[in-house]
C-alpha cells in the first residue's frame, strides 16, 4: 500500500491549491480516503474524506465551502482543492487509506495507512 501526497507550496491569503493523492497497492475502490492536517504544536485535524465508491463527501467545519474533495477512480487518485486560503490553513496535509464508520471519518485512529506528508503554507 502506498500513499503519494503532493501539491503543496506557499501560496498568498485567498489563494489556492490543489493537492493529490495518488493511491497504489490496493483496490481503492473498498476503501475511503481522508485528508488530514497538522500544524506545528496541534494536534492532527481531520479536513476531509471520499468514499471511493459512491463518492460521499465529508469536511470539517473550518474548510465547508472552501475545500472540495473529489476522486478519479481510474487514476486511483484523490484531489483537494483549496480555495480562500487562510493563513491558520498553514500545516502539513497528510492523505490516509481507511474505511471509517461515518461519524467518525475525521479521527485519525480510523486510518491504517498513511502518506508522507506535503507541506501548504499560506502567507504574505
Known amino acids: 500500500v502506498q500513499l503519494q501526497a503532493s501539491g503543496g507550496g506557499l501560496v498568498q491569503p485567498g489563494g489556492s491549491l490543489r493537492l493529490s493523492c495518488a493511491a497504489s497497492g490496493f483496490r481503492s475502490v473498498d476503501y475511503g480516503i481522508g485528508w488530514f492536517r497538522q500544524a506545528p504544536g496541534k494536534e492532527r485535524e481531520g479536513v476531509s474524506y471520499i468514499r471511493m465508491s459512491g463518492g460521499s463527501t465529508y469536511y470539517a467545519d473550518s474548510v465547508k465551502g472552501r475545500f472540495t474533495i473529489s476522486r478519479d477512480n481510474a487514476k486511483n487518485t484523490v484531489y483537494l482543492q483549496m480555495n480562500s486560503l487562510k493563513p491558520e490553513d498553514t500545516a502539513v496535509y497528510y492523505c490516509?487509506?481507511?474505511?471509517?464508520?461515518?461519524?467518525?471519518?475525521?479521527?485519525?485512529?480510523?486510518?491504517?495507512?498513511w502518506g508522507q506528508g506535503t507541506q501548504v503554507t499560506v502567507s504574505s
Open positions: 490516509a487509506r481507511g474505511r471509517p464508520i461515518t461519524s467518525a471519518w475525521f479521527r485519525s485512529s480510523m486510518y491504517a495507512y
